[in-house]
């Protein structure tokens, strides 16, 4: 039997999996590797360890899994980029996109290219501020670390300098450069003009499916060029779906991205957290992002103080589907009602008209859902041709969010998919494409259709 192996780095979690011809998983491993400190004493990952784990463990599975391991790929996070020398060596740590920078960079790049608005609204990116717009790390290097930036020749994105591990090629790929990067002109296709004006080069963009061919413990196998975990866990869906969807992405984040939309992004829309990435045939994503496991973990943690309530109490809340149709028919929120931006913050509800946790808890989860449904309204094109929603990720297992999603759109399919790693598979499934036994056909979604109450 064959086999592909995949590295899932999160920020979180690093996990290296192997699948099976059939795209089912047969081997998984977690790796832990405690985060260290950079030069300023800030938390980053441990670039050296996660190398090391990396050659160590693709050996091992190469010599021990019993499969006929024919090619590995990569998926991280992004937001994330890798400096090299002169010699092909990697320069300084992995910077941590949460670092604190000066404004004043990118504001150099608003004066000089048309405003925020317009450099945005090119780029197709929000300005996030830190370190999270990539392309920023560059003009940070540049200002603060002279000295390694003058040593750099290389610059890669993260999943393509651990693809650069074993390759040893310079690359690039459409889904981390079309990241929020601030590198990338969607009107034209191409990388913006301050990269060239700053001398900056860059390599040109390969096609997801790019392999090379190594030689790892006596063997050649098919190396990916990696790919970014958000597009990564869209290629399942965009490979497999019969109708045009939005992917709703759920945890910390939940991120709508609709790839039927091509709708051109509009400076008030990114004032509100949209975006658009590249998918894998480089054609815009619309997307937007709303923080909906963190204001969910923040607010329950205020509700379990008041209740005094179990940590994990939530878990095991059910659905009340008289109070949900009696929220939905009166429309208004308690939580959110002034619709204010810090709701995570601070609850906005006087707790003590609910008598227990468990109704307490289902007015929130609706209340969220609908601040969760503005965030997923912007990515909806004009005419509307979307015909099904798709949730996948935490909140697909939580009842008053799918059942309150189905209420709230009520003309659309409301799916939660049973994918596992579905950013690993997508992964697994753009490096092997084309080849034989590998059929991406036969991928199953696994999707489940949630009425409305």
Not at 65 to 93: C, E, H, M, Q, W
Not at 96 to 111: E, R, S, T
Not at 352 to 360: G, H, I, L, N, P
Not at 400 to 416: E, H, V, W
Request: glycine residues 6%; charged residues 25%.
């Amino acid at each position: 039997m064959k086999g592909i192996v995949v590295f899932d780095i999160g920020k979180t979690n690093k996990k290296v999996l192997l699948f099976d011809e059939h795209f089912n998983i047969v081997q998984q491993k977690e790796g832990k590797m405690p985060p260290v400190v950079d030069d300023d004493g800030f938390e980053c990952d441990d670039i050296e360890r996660i190398e090391q784990w990396i050659l160590e463990s693709l050996e091992d599975m190469v010599k021990d899994s019993g499969y006929d391991i024919v090619a590995v790929n990569f998926s991280t996070y992004g937001a994330t980029l890798v400096f090299l020398d002169n010699d092909g060596k990697r320069i300084g740590p992995l910077n941590n996109y949460l670092k604190p920078v000066d404004d004043n960079i990118a504001g150099q790049l608003f004066d000089q290219y048309g405003g925020q608005d317009e450099f945005c609204r090119q780029t197709a990116s929000p300005s996030l501020g830190l370190l999270l717009n990539s392309g920023i790390q560059i003009l940070w290097m540049k200002k603060e670390r002279p000295e390694l930036y003058a040593k750099t020749k290389s610059i890669l994105h993260f999943p393509q300098y651990l693809s650069y591990l074993l390759t040893n090629k310079i690359t690039s790929e459409p889904t981390s450069i079309g990241c929020h990067t601030f590198m990338w002109n969607f009107d034209d296709q191409c990388y913006h003009q301050w990269l060239s004006d700053y001398n900056i080069e860059l390599p040109v963009p390969q096609t997801n499916n790019k392999t090379e061919k190594v030689n790892i413990a006596g063997k050649a196998i098919d190396v990916g060029i990696g790919i970014h975990d958000s597009s990564s866990s869209l290629v399942p869906y965009l490979m497999g779906a019969k109708d045009n969807f939005v992917l709703l992405s759920t945890g910390t984040w939940c991120i709508s991205m609709n790839p039927f939309n091509d709708e051109i992004l509009t400076a008030d829309e990114l004032r509100q957290d949209c975006l658009d990435y590249l998918n894998i045939y480089q054609k815009p994503v619309k997307s937007a992002r709303y923080f909906l496991g963190h204001i969910h973990d923040v607010n329950v943690e205020v509700l379990n103080g008041y209740f005094n309530a179990p940590d994990d109490a939530y878990k095991n809340v059910a659905l009340d589907e008289n109070a949900l149709r009696a929220y939905i028919k009166n429309g208004k929120q308690v939580f959110f009602k002034n619709g204010t931006p810090d709701g995570y913050i601070d609850i906005h509800a006087d707790l003590s008209k609910f008598s227990t946790f468990e109704e307490a808890y289902n007015q929130f989860v609706f209340d969220l859902t609908l601040e969760n449904a503005k965030s997923l309204k912007l990515v909806l094109p004009a005419d509307d041709d979307v015909s099904s929603l798709i949730v996948s990720g935490g909140f697909a297992r939580n009842p008053i969010y799918m059942r309150t999603l189905a209420s709230l759109f009520p003309d659309k399919k409301i799916f939660t998919s049973e994918i596992d790693n579905a950013t690993a598979l997508g992964a697994a499934m753009v490096c092997t494409e084309n080849r034989e036994k590998f059929d991406v056909s036969n991928v199953e979604l696994g999707l489940e259709r949630w009425e409305k109450a």
